[in-house]
């Protein structure tokens, strides 16, 4: 939209430049010479005098020879040869128009002059006072004003047009746009035909304006060079506004001038600079100063800056080397939401001098545990909070978050592993540092476990079985315990457990699918069981043999898998010690080895199913695996139950 501008003077135009002069032409010859840098000006003394207290004191302490000519330099006048300029049409009289790209200077020049009211009615600092004003109620006047201060950083800063500048900026962006309508970018003319209409008493009325998102100033305020932006951004936060429009704010600033930062930076809302948008080129040591800067500014409430764009600070700092302070703010941030993180930011690659590993698994290692004690603080409290109000704390916990958690470490476990240079105690810290209950099912766990073995076959079996104490047996799918029992990687003990656990949980099974018919019956036909129960007929007699028949094959069942476990246990004990006993006793029991197959939870039931075939009693035990959760004193139990019926 188009700039306002104020007309002050009336005469014609009668300054022309030769070369490096300009030369007035007025009729009259001059008989005062100021020099602006490299600019000469050809002027008057009355015209300058009558409006400069500093021009009139210069023009009475002159003591030159020639009286006629009276020489100034004023080089250091706030807006240089331009500013004077405009100056001397004002004094002369002349035409000139005030903009909101030459106020500030002008308004500066004006005061180094001293041109107050004291030395002339309507001078020049009350002039552009007066319009400076008027630039204040619109949003991108202020702006493009703001903007010129840094040509005249001191003068303006003494003056307090900046600190004005940016009260008024501040105020309308945190302004309620339904009740207010100031002029923005890309608004359009707010007095245009379109906009108006014709009220019945004949007055014009700007129609309703269009409705824009929270983040319109983005865009402006990211032209602003550092010192400004922070200021502005300072004073918006100051007044309340919410913590997630500054971290949108910063998000579309960093993105703007870090370009380390790369195109893949996403962000929810907000007009963001396209592919097309102007990026500044900063040096290596600038951008550094630059993004620790914005991480100062990021606000402190957890939620409000996206978590990708921390991690891409965190990535960011990393290469330009900032402060270990700034890393450490952003890994503490990035900690406190790490269950709102995706697992392909979390993969920082190591730009240390040692690189031992390909990703910064300290990195991740401190991120979390961040996480795990900022969640034990919220439970901590959580609890207090309920054994005050006098609640029960057998209620449910808030394990949504840790659980989270829980899926991105063992996704992290798994894109890691396959590091040769991955050390042992760095992926048990890693995976010990999940609490038991925040996995559900360990088959993220059991994969990782899986890839890292296979990677690192020069473990000794007191490593192996050192790793494989992180899973739980008990917490496998059907699936993965499948891929288990004919994993060549894993020890025999931790195949062994597989095996003893899944027959606990087939007996659980069996006896409680028989006592679900048992009720259901019961609960179908009450009349009936009723009268049974009366009377000693043959028809109590005919289904209480079906049933016994029933139980008996169940017990049988049973009994076999007993004695297949028995014998199991007696050829791994014989075969341990024996050279090639391990694929001897994956022959004789029929399981086929998957030695250089890695366990993939997406594609394990898929795979599983189409080479499924029916089994013999020697492979029951991995082929009639359910999916029960049941302990072992429950398995016990259920078939001691199922025994006495």
């Known amino acids: 939209m188009a700039c306002m501008i104020m007309r002050l003077g009336s005469k014609s135009e009668t300054f022309h430049r030769d070369g490096q002069t300009w030369l007035c032409s007025t009729g009259l010859p001059s008989d005062v010479i100021v020099e602006v840098g490299e ?32 020489v100034m330099q004023f ?19 002349i035409r000139l128009e005030l903009t909101a790209l030459n106020i500030v200077s002008l308004r500066c020049a004006a005061e180094f002059l001293q041109m107050s009211e004291d030395h002339g009615e309507g001078n020049l600092i009350t002039q552009t006072e007066n319009f400076l004003n008027e630039i204040f109620g619109k949003w991108t006047d202020t702006i493009t004003a703001l903007e010129t201060c840094e040509e005249v950083l001191p003068y303006a800063e003494e003056l ?168 450490e703010k952003l890994e503490k941030q990035i900690g406190a939401q790490l269950d709102q993180a995706a697992l392909a930011d979390l993969l920082i690659p190591n730009v240390g001098y040692s690189l031992e590993t390909l990703y910064d698994i300290d990195c991740f290692q401190r991120i979390l545990d961040h996480f795990i004690r900022v969640d034990h603080e919220a439970l901590d409290c959580s609890s207090n909070y309920m054994v005050g109000e006098g609640q029960l704390m057998g209620g449910s916990h808030p394990l949504t978050p840790m659980t989270m958690v829980a899926n991105l470490v063992d996704g992290y476990l798994a894109e890691v592993a396959p590091d040769v240079n991955l050390k042992l105690s760095k992926f048990q810290s890693l995976a010990a540092a999940i609490p038991d209950y925040a996995r559900p099912l360990d088959d993220g766990i059991y994969r990782a476990i899986d890839i890292y ?63 679900v018919s048992d009720n259901l019956e019961n609960s179908q036909n009450p009349s009936e069981n009723l009268g049974i129960s009366r009377n000693n007929g043959s028809a109590h007699v005919g289904i209480t043999e079906d049933r016994f028949v029933e139980v008996d094959e169940i017990m049988k069942r049973v009994s076999e898998l007993e004695k297949e476990c028995l014998s199991m246990k007696e050829e791994l004990e014989k075969m341990v010690k024996t050279k090639g006993g391990w694929n001897i006793f994956l022959k004789k029991f029929g399981f086929r080895s998957k030695s250089n197959q890695s366990f993939d939870p997406k594609t394990a039931k898929s795979s599983d199913s189409k080479k499924s075939k029916p089994c013999d009693s020697k492979t029951s035990v991995a082929a009639s695996f359910t999916n029960g959760r049941e302990n072992h004193n429950n398995g016990e139990s259920g078939l001691q139950v199922l025994k006495e019926n």
């Open 160 to 327: 307090h047009i900046i600190s004005r500048c940016i009260n008024s900026l501040a105020m309308k962006a945190c302004a309620d746009l339904s009740f207010f309508s100031w002029p923005i970018s890309g608004s359009g003319n707010a007095q245009s035909a379109e906009g108006t209409h014709v009220l019945w008493n004949g007055l014009c009325a700007a129609a309703k304006p269009r409705a824009v998102s929270e983040d319109w100033w983005y865009e402006d305020v990211s032209f602003l060079r550092l010192s400004l932006y922070k200021r502005l951004i300072l004073a918006i936060e100051s007044s309340g506004i919410e913590p997630e429009r500054i971290a949108g704010s910063l998000v579309h600033y960093a993105k703007r001038h870090l370009p380390l930062l790369g195109r893949q930076l996403s962000f929810q809302g907000g007009n963001h600079a396209g592919p097309g948008s102007p990026v500044s080129i900063l040096s290596h040591a600038d951008q550094r100063n630059l993004l620790e800067e914005i991480v100062a500014l990021i606000p402190n409430q957890k939620g409000a800056t996206p978590t990708n764009f921390l991690l891409r600070l965190l990535r960011t700092s990393m290469i330009l080397h900032a402060m270990p302070s700034c890393r």
């Open 39 to 70: 600019m000469s000006f050809h002027l008057h003394k009355f015209p300058l005098l009558s409006r400069s207290r500093l021009i009139e004191n210069i023009i009475k302490d002159y003591s030159g020879e020639d009286e006629k000519k009276c």
């Open 75 to 93: 080089h250091d006048i706030p807006g240089g040869a331009k500013a004077f300029l405009l100056v001397a049409k004002f004094c002369y009289g």
């Open 453 to 515: 073995l296979k990677a690192h076959p020069w473990l000794t079996d007191s490593e192996k079985e050192q790793i494989c104490c992180l899973m739980n047996c008990q917490k496998l799918s059907l699936e993965a315990r499948t891929h288990a029992t004919q994993n060549e990687r894993l020890p025999l003990r931790v195949i062994v457990q597989v095996l003893f656990f899944e027959q606990l949980r087939l007996r659980t099974s069996i006896a409680g699918c028989f006592f």
